[in-house]
């Protein structure tokens, strides 16, 4: 990483605080505005129009596109100003005019992980926390501290409430408004959201096999369409010889869930 001064790929509207650090690769569009106390990676593109504020930390070949805003401070009441982070994973994009916050005392950052996609208008607010390969479609709204999986899909126009948690593999169906934390490889979706089916679609395109696909499904089917409590529900499962990596994943996210797991 090199303090970026003047190069033939920094466009001359653009502005840059000197404190900035920039790998020399960066390319900079048209009336970018760059504060201080950012860091850009190699082969990364800052569109036109876009914000990088104070705190900002991108990764490689991460792509901002037109008007989004990164880095900005806490839409929080508590917020008193102090330094903290958000970091942007590599290879992340960031379509238009999406706005990531920087984190809060409370986590001291806000991260987004590698290869995510964050469509148009979505919205990343202090302190959440993002895997790798997630996809918020257009206009996601997060609200603070939530959690977010690794390849996880967010249909377009999702609000999710604050401390929420949504598991890995996991896919919520565009426009509905998450409340309660939503479990590792299922699909949600109706009114009230619930789980619908295991994401199998998802899951095979992943590398899961056709094993792996079914143990699941049964262990979905005990869980959430049975209407056995949580002790008769790991009776039957127990009984039924359902045991793998991700059941166990499955089972202590349901344990650990301080909001409530949406039912089937």
């Known amino acids: 990483m090199t303090t ?4 033939t790929q920094i466009h001359p509207t653009a502005i840059i605080d000197p404190a900035a650090n920039l790998d020399s690769s960066v390319i900079v569009e048209p009336f970018a505005v760059i504060n201080a106390d950012v860091e850009i990676g190699a082969g990364s593109v800052i569109g036109s129009h876009v914000r990088i504020a104070s705190g900002a ?22 917020f008193g100003g102090e330094r903290t982070q958000l970091h942007v994973g590599d290879r992340t994009v960031i379509r238009e005019c999406a706005t990531l916050n920087r984190g809060t ?37 997060l609200g603070g501290h939530v959690t977010i999986g690794d390849w996880a899909i967010l249909g377009g126009g999702v609000v999710v409430h604050q401390f929420s948690l949504v598991g890995v593999h996991a896919m919520v169906g565009g ?17 009230p959201l619930r789980v619908v089916s295991v994401n199998k679609i998802g899951l095979e395109r992943r590398g899961f096999s056709e094993e792996q696909v079914t143990m699941l ?3 979905f089917r005990i869980l959430f369409r049975a209407k056995l409590n949580r002790t008769q529900a790991l009776e039957k499962l127990k009984s039924e010889g359902l045991d793998s990596a991700e059941i166990r994943h499955l089972l202590d996210f349901i344990s650990s869930s301080e909001r409530g797991v949406m039912r089937g």
Do not use: W
Not at 64 to 70: I, K, N, P
Not at 112 to 129: E, F, K, W
Not at 182 to 189: E, F, R, S, W
């Open 4 to 7: 970026v001064n003047s190069s």
């Open 175 to 191: 426009g509905f408004r998450v409340t309660q934390d939503v479990p590792p490889y299922a699909i949600v979706g109706g009114y």
């Open 217 to 219: 499904t049964r262990a």
């Open 57 to 78: 930390r991108l990764g490689r070949e991460v792509k901002v596109h037109h008007g989004a805003v990164v880095g900005t401070v806490p839409q929080d009441l508590k």
């Open 105 to 141: 005392n409370a986590r001291g950052e806000t991260r987004v992980g590698a290869d995510c996609l964050l469509m148009a208008y979505t919205h990343v607010a202090h302190d959440c926390l993002l895997g790798d390969r997630v996809i918020l479609a257009n206009a996601v709204q």
